[in-house]
Nanobody, 124 residues
Framework: QVQVVESGGGSVQAGGSLRLSCTAS????????VGWFRQVPGKERQGVSC???????NYADSVMGRFTIDRDSAKNTVYLQMNSLQPEDTGLYYC??????????????????WGQGTQVTVSS
């Protein structure tokens, strides 16, 4: 049974940091593309960052230089280190996984496996 679980969300003040974790059971994240997506009420789900099976990484322009995605294959976990957080980073963060795909890894419509989300709230 495939299960994707996020953790690490919370409430911080602007300028603070959080590290999100995404653990997948029943999947080998080392062989998959894994992405982080953010959902804000009333807006479309936005791609934040992703790491491919080949370890190629991509970031949304809004988080470039502040967020870092990485993968620990031994722990079957993908991390999203978020620094210099701003109120606009607030949202429900989802982790998703897919078999390697030629489509851009920030395209949420191409992902098969999703977690339940972890809330990140940044106050000014």
């Amino acid at each position: 049974q495939v299960q994707v679980v996020e953790s690490g969300g919370g409430s911080v003040q602007a300028g603070g940091s959080l590290r999100l974790s995404c653990t997948a059971s029943g999947l080998n994240v080392g062989r998959l593309d894994v992405g982080w997506f953010r959902q804000v009420p009333g807006k479309e789900r936005q791609g934040v960052s992703c790491i491919g099976a080949t370890r190629v990484t991509n970031y949304a322009d809004s988080v470039m230089g502040r967020f870092t995605i990485d993968r620990d294959s031994a722990k079957n976990t993908v991390y999203l280190q978020m620094n210099s957080l701003q109120p606009e980073d607030t949202g429900l963060y989802y982790c998703a996984a897919r078999p390697w795909d030629s489509a851009h890894c920030l395209d949420s419509t191409t992902y098969s496996y999703w977690g339940q989300g972890t809330q990140v709230t940044v106050s000014s």
